[in-house]
């Protein structure tokens, strides 16, 4: 193996990672925000991102359950608030149901996930399998794709605001704060993996941890694109699928 990375070069490895593979360069999103798609297909982007963000909290208490000290703990846990909430109705799941709702949905259909794509399911459980299953140093970099988030968040609310006339900055709430969150929760996993990545073998496995991370984004989008930009096949009981109109019916 080669010699250790230093610290900077650690993290613009970890920034190559984000410029050529994070979910900013996917067409899906290039056709989100420059107000390319048709109210049910933005409908079909937040009901399955829902999973995401509904399994985010699940992931960071698997990754809270393995930090061996109470000071990482106690920053981790913020994470968990911010989506929970401290009440009902509170939190970054609430605002998430709120922006479906904004776009047209039922919130309660969005939250029993009953119409999600089935690669939405398989690559968020993968997220969460990843953190659980892999060393804690590689669950903590697999959030590091939380690095380059405020900027295609700056882009997909500018753009979804300028392109469709139903989206209001109402709906789009959940966003403002991750502008400041992400920030603070990337600052310091990257800091982490910088201090506790000691070998080039273990500076690799947080490589490829982002790599990995990138993939369960990327996925999410390539189900979206099948399913409903093209060939445009919805798998059986999916939103929109002839079974899920069939029910609403
Ligand atoms: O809007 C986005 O493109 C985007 C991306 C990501 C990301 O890069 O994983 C997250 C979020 N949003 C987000 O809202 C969020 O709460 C979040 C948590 C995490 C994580 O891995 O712990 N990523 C992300």
């Known amino acids: ?12 490895a ?6 050529s593979r994070y979910h900013s360069l996917h067409p899906f999103h290039k056709l989100l925000h420059g107000g ?17 963000q509904a399994c985010i909290p699940i992931k960071d208490a698997i990754v809270l359950s393995r ?21 009902p109705g509170d939190g970054g799941i609430a ?8 776009v047209g949905l039922d919130p309660a259909y969005v939250e029993s996930t009953a119409g999600i794509l089935p690669t939405t399911r398989f690559a968020v459980d993968a ?15 697999s959030s590091l794709t939380e690095l380059f988030s405020p900027t295609i968040i700056a882009e997909r609310v500018a753009g979804m605001l300028a392109n469709y006339d139903w989206v209001s900055k109402d709906t ?56 409903y930009v093209e060939p ?3 798998p059986m009981g999916a939103f929109g699928s002839d079974e899920a109109l069939a029910r609403c019916a």
């Open 1 to 12: 193996m080669t010699n250790m990375l230093s610290q900077m070069g650690l993290e613009a």
């Open 14 to 19: 970890l920034r190559d990672v984000g410029a």
């Open 232 to 234: 445009g096949h919805i």
């Open 127 to 141: 997220y969460v399998h990843f953190v659980r299953d892999r060393s804690l140093l590689e669950a903590v970099a």
């Open 67 to 87: 930090l061996p000290d109470a000071a990482s703990r106690r920053v981790w846990r913020q994470r968990i608030v911010d989506h929970d909430g401290e009440a």
């Open 172 to 227: 789009l709430v959940y966003f403002n704060a991750r502008l400041t969150q992400a920030p603070r929760d990337a600052d310091f996993a990257l800091e982490y993996v910088k201090q506790h990545a000691t070998t080039r073998a273990e500076q690799e496995k947080v490589i490829d941890a982002l790599r990995f991370k990138c993939d369960v984004l990327w996925a999410q989008l390539d189900a979206l694109y099948a399913a």
């Open 36 to 52: 390319k798609l048709s109210k049910t297909q933005v409908q079909a982007w937040a009901l399955n991102r829902y999973y995401y």
């Open 95 to 102: 605002r998430w149901l709120r922006l479906a709702e904004g």
